[in-house]
């Protein structure tokens, strides 16, 4: 899983639109190479489209996206890995053919990709369960799973959506803590959607608020540092409160 520090990501007056349907508002924001950069807005304003226009699964109507200098789609995609909110596990696959299956794609063999997935399920806590289908797995391992999956693929800008979405409260600040973890542990250029303005807080270095649709950006927040190293005491903090409100207004105002 090679890294690429230079991989910075440039949006640059970016507008979209499905035929009359305005989507994004020229929208010109930055994420720093290895940096956690997160997005937050009302339901359907765009963020989804966002991260596909990133990652090279289309184009914008208008301004342009760069990853580390490259603008074009076929380079945007070859840098990026997207996790979608679903984990999308196979249920005929074992948990470790699930993890394995972005290098099958890349065209490693079988015996090689379960190998290379083999040697990470232990960091990812997920140990002994090699051989479980997806149905036999919680769900926050299969979030694990997912996320071990797109980590494989070896590119180095992640743009997550919703991870966390499906997950009840407790297993969802498991799973923040433990993303958190898993990022310093192995840094990538992130882009994070979620509705969530405590986890966008928590696990991102820069928070981006958008409007309602079409979107564009209300505010721009820096996430307090240093950060308490475990949650409870990160999202109780002082500053960290105050955090949070101010990008809540920000979200009351985008939504009029």
């Not at 380079?75 to 053919?97: F, G, H, T, V």
């Not at 590119?155 to 310093?184: C, G, H, N, S």
Request: aromatic residues 4%.
């Amino acid at each position: 899983m090679r890294q690429d520090t230079r991989m910075r990501l440039e949006i640059a007056g970016v507008s979209h639109s499905y035929g009359d349907l305005s989507t994004l508002d020229s929208l010109s924001l930055a994420g720093e190479a290895n940096g956690v950069l997160g997005l937050v807005g009302p339901s359907g304003c765009g963020k989804s489209t966002l991260l596909e226009l990133i990652c090279g699964l289309q184009d914008p109507s208008a301004g342009a996206i760069s990853i580390g200098g490259a603008t074009a789609t076929e380079a945007r995609l070859a840098r990026c890995a997207l996790m979608p909110q679903r984990d999308l596990l196979l249920p005929w696959y074992s948990a470790i053919d699930n993890a394995a299956l972005a290098l099958r794609n890349q065209g490693m063999g079988r015996r090689e990709a379960r190998g290379a997935a083999a040697g990470l399920f232990g960091r990812f806590g997920l140990a002994g369960f090699e051989a479980a289908r997806p149905d036999e797995l919680s769900g926050g391992m299969r979030q694990r799973v997912a996320f071990l999956r797109t980590l494989i693929a070896g590119k180095p800008v992640l743009a997550l959506d919703e991870p966390f979405a499906a997950l009840d409260a407790i297993t969802r600040a498991e799973m923040q803590a433990w993303l958190a973890a898993a990022l310093r542990t192995a840094p990538r250029t992130v882009v994070l959607v979620t509705h969530d303005v405590e986890e966008a807080l928590y696990l991102c270095d820069r928070v981006a608020v958008l409007s309602a649709r079409p979107a564009r950006i209300v505010a721009e927040l820096a996430v307090p540092r240093p950060r308490a190293p475990e949650r409870d005491a990160a999202v109780t903090d002082a500053e960290f409160v105050n955090a949070r409100e101010a990008a809540m207004r920000a979200l009351r105002e985008g939504s009029r």
